[in-house]
């Protein structure tokens, strides 16, 4: 997985802070047959006070529903994009587009010199409780982890650790086992267990 990002800039003309990152978001994952439509789902961050949003490739409608939202946005590309960016013009154009757009936002709203480009590999998360993690345990874990990241880190108390969890929904196209039961909500946009985003803050 290569992830292109920008801290905690919307994509285009999206761009609505410059401050940095809260410093907790979800990975939106799209592999499902039954999620709900972009903008429902861009409304269920926002109401649930989650300020970042990780997608894993370009998604037009994605991308339209986010425009305006004020939501940080991490947008990446699959492997098997690579070589197409690299041998198709059309693809490199699409993502030149995209960086274009946001330094051309970022300049006009006067914070280019805090604009952070970082092109970089990243893997899953590992699980440490194995495919007998309870609910009640997936809960109480990342509750703690979101109140964590808000305070820091002993050598930099009081700056939010940038963390994305992993998912905000159950996915049931992605392959048979635990992957498919990672998220936070059910398609149906009902909490699997509830997360309280705004303790981040």
């Known amino acids: 997985m290569i992830a292109l990002w920008v801290a905690a800039c919307s994509l285009l003309s999206w761009c609505s802070s410059l401050s940095g990152v809260q410093g907790i978001g979800v990975n939106y994952g799209m592999m499902g047959s039954n999620l709900p439509s ?8 926002k109401a649930n006070n989650i300020t970042d949003v990780r997608i894993f490739h370009p998604d037009t409608n994605v991308l339209e529903a986010l425009r305006g939202s004020g939501l940080g946005v991490v947008l990446g590309t699959l492997n098997s994009d690579l070589a197409p960016l690299a041998s198709d013009a059309s693809y490199a154009n699409m ?12 300049e006009k709203a006067g914070g280019g010199e805090s604009l952070e480009l970082v092109v970089s590999e990243t893997g899953w998360p590992s699980g440490g409780g194995g495919y007998g993690a309870s609910v009640e345990n997936a809960a109480a874990y990342i509750n703690n982890l979101v109140r964590h990241v808000g305070r820091g880190t002993p050598r930099r108390p009081g700056k939010a650790v940038e963390t994305y969890i992993f998912a905000m ?22 909490q699997v267990y509830p997360v309280d985003f705004s303790a981040s803050s």
């Open 169 to 190: 929904f159950n996915e049931n196209q992605k392959p048979e086992g635990v992957e498919q039961y990672f998220g936070m909500f059910q398609p149906d946009m009902s």
């Open 38 to 45: 972009p903008d429902k789902v861009v409304a269920l961050y």
């Open 95 to 106: 993502f030149d587009a995209i960086l274009d757009a946001v330094y051309a936002a970022v």
